[in-house]
């Protein structure tokens, strides 16, 4: 037997539209919560090959997922390039060192795709107990997030410190997107290489900038990765993921097989566009899930736009950590139900 989220993902029919949650491992799961009491870091519990498989599991058995995401974090490999990273409550990651100029980008480790193995020997252990039916998506955010982060040193509300560089300096941040792109290539294909069936870049933050620039420091650099991948792994889907920047569809394109919609974006406008070019994954806002009724209401209604074309289940964005988990199951098999063909 296939994966259903594999094949749905190339186009190819399915018993019904796989569906999975983005941050399904997570804060909304008890069992997670015990896991993070016991560890107690976050961080910590990214770096323990065993933890990370208990973790990416835990939704699988609980909800019944067509696919598994790996537990970890976009803010790892940049770690790893050797920017110290902190995660502080109320506040999220923190980097104390950030990326300035010319001599920063040099010193960034170009072995940190190696470093990461506690992510390689995470996949191989996940897919020793994943049923053979679900899928595993390995991931990493996309060289603009990132660097976002590496630059900002932590989440930001204007973005100020890296858009300046984009209109000051756009050959320094270039250099750092390239430096990011070819770690990140390195790290998704070694997670391919352990076991990843699907990989997803998550490029949070593309819609902090307008049309022309979204494409020149982030579009183009996700369809590298993807070429790249798609070039040594025809066999494993592409998924790319930007928020915000629903109104630039329509420049869209690459070698990528899925495309993340987020809340934002009607999924009617989004099918008027990409047709059956590529695989369609989203999108019900994640807030939909503190209802029945208002999860119901969604899933009827996207299920009904996407009826006879490529598409996947999931949120327009991460599921919140108050949801409850009896909601989140509701959606899973709700999606299930009325797509089973
Ligand atoms: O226990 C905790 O409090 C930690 C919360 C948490 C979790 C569960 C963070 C901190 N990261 C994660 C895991 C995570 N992050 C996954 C695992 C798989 C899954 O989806 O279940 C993934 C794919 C991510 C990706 C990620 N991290 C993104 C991109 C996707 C998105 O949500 O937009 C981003 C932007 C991050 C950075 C990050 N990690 C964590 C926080 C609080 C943040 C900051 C977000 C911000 O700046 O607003």
């Known amino acids: 037997m296939g994966k259903v989220f594999v094949d749905a993902c190339f186009g190819k029919e399915t018993p019904y539209t796989p ?20 560890v107690g870091n976050f961080l910590d519990m990214t770096r323990n090959p065993e933890i990370v498989a208990e973790i ?4 699988i058995k609980r909800l019944d997922v067509d696919a598994a995401i790996l ?6 490999l940049p770690m790893e390039m050797g920017l110290p990273l902190r995660f502080e409550k109320g506040v999220g990651p923190i980097f104390d060192k950030t990326i300035n100029d010319e001599k920063d980008i040099e010193e960034l480790d170009e072995r940190a795709y190696e470093k990461i193995s506690y992510v390689y020997k995470g996949i191989k252990l996940i897919k020793k107990d994943l049923p053979e039916s679900k899928a ?5 955010g996309s060289p603009w997030t990132v660097s976002t982060y590496m630059v900002e040193g932590r989440g930001s509300k204007q973005y100020a410190k890296i858009k300046k560089m984009v209109y000051t300096n756009p050959k320094l941040l270039h250099k750092l997107l390239d430096k990011v792109t070819d770690q990140t290539i390195k790290y998704l294909s070694k ?4 076991g990843a069936d699907a990989i997803m870049v998550f490029d949070s ?8 620039k979204f494409f020149e420091f982030s579009w183009e650099y996700m369809k590298e990765i993807a070429k790249s991948i798609k070039q040594n792994y025809k066999n494993i889907p592409v998924i790319l993921f930007s928020k915000g920047v629903g109104l630039y569809m329509s420049d869209m394109d690459g070698e990528f097989d899925v495309l993340g919609i987020d809340w934002n974006t009607p999924m009617d406008y989004a099918l008027d566009i990409f047709k059956d070019n590529y695989t369609l994954q989203g999108n019900m806002d994640p807030t939909r899930l503190y209802s029945k009724e208002a999860t119901k209401e969604a899933v009827i209604k996207i299920a009904e736009i996407m009826k006879g074309h490529r598409h996947i289940f999931n949120l327009g964005h991460g599921i919140l950590p108050d949801v409850p988990v009896e909601n989140a199951k509701y959606f899973v098999d709700l999606c299930k139900e009325v797509t089973r063909r």
């Open 19 to 38: 569906v999975w949650m983005m941050r399904q491992a997570g804060r909304y799961l008890p069992e997670y919560m015990e896991v993070r009491r016991k």
């Open 56 to 59: 990416t599991l835990q939704p």
């Open 71 to 76: 537990f970890s974090d976009i803010l790892n």
């Open 136 to 140: 595993l998506i390995g991931f990493s």
């Open 191 to 194: 997670q391919i290489e352990s």
């Open 205 to 212: 933050w593309g819609g902090a900038l307008e049309r022309e």
